[in-house]
């Protein structure tokens, strides 16, 4: 069974930073890109980044870009992404999710519960 | 990055069919066959319906499908029953190294 589980949200004041981490479980995770996707609660999904399979093609979309940093340990199963210079508009569930392909394309097949994300003073 | 165009809400009674729109530029819908949609319950995490414009992923019924024409793309779901009721999202890969989301539909089955 796939699972994918997220942690290292919270609170945090803006400017600061934080970093998220995904396990990944049941798939080879090395063979597939991953991305992070975020959700303002009660609103719409924003792609936030994506990394292939390897590690070699980063994509970022253009409110996180120079600030978040995408990365992934295949020898752990893990995903991460290291946010700085957090924002309040930065606010957000932050999910991760596997794509179907070794490049991010989108078409993600499997998502996490998703982790928490507050900026605020 | 400018997000993919859909319509806030779109409704049906059960049995009935409802078809959603996305619509996005040549940079992104147009350009790739990298569309896709998914359905979001309230509290859960958004499940893939569709893939590559018409693909569905094991286990989704065959009631939904997806389409493509020009900078449009379309989901329909046939048959409506009350556990479709959910908000619907696509999704497309963008020329900028991207994707973009579209802003949501809220299906209401009447």
């Known amino acids: 069974e796939v699972q994918l589980v997220e942690s290292g949200g919270g609170l945090v004041q803006p400017g600061g930073s934080l970093r998220l981490s995904c396990a990944a479980s049941?798939?080879?995770?090395?063979?597939?890109?991953m991305n992070w996707v975020r959700q303002t609660p009660g609103k719409g999904l924003e792609w936030v980044s994506g990394?292939?399979?390897?590690?070699?093609?980063?994509l970022y979309a253009d409110s996180v870009k120079g600030r978040f940093t995408i990365s992934r340990d295949n020898s752990k199963n893990t995903l991460y992404l290291q946010m700085d210079s957090l924002r309040a508009d930065d606010t957000a569930v932050y999910y991760c999710?596997?794509?179907?392909?070794?490049?991010?394309?989108?078409?993600?097949?499997?998502w996490g519960q998703g982790t928490l994300v507050t900026v605020s003073s | 990055q400018s997000a993919l165009t859909q319509p806030p809400s779109a409704s049906g009674s059960p049995g009935q069919s409802v078809t959603i729109s996305c619509t996005g530029t040549?940079?992104?819908?147009?350009?790739?066959?990298?569309v896709s949609w998914y359905q979001e319950h309230p509290g859960k995490a958004p499940k893939l319906m569709i893939y590559?414009?018409?693909k569905r992923p094991s286990g989704v019924p065959d009631r939904f499908s997806g389409s493509k024409s020009d900078n449009t793309a379309s989901l329909t779901v046939a048959g409506l029953q009350a556990e479709d009721e959910a908000d619907y999202y696509c999704?497309?890969?963008?020329?900028?190294?991207?994707?973009?989301f579209g802003g949501g539909t809220k299906l209401t089955v009447l």
């Open positions: 999710a596997k794509d179907l392909r070794s490049g991010p394309r989108g078409g993600f097949d499997y």
């Open positions: 049941g798939f080879t995770f090395s063979n597939y890109a």
């Open positions: 990394l292939s399979s390897g590690g070699s093609n980063t």
């Open positions: 040549s940079s992104d819908v147009g350009g790739y066959d990298y």
């Open positions: 590559e414009v018409s």
């Open positions: 999704s497309s890969y963008a020329n900028s190294n991207s994707v973009v």
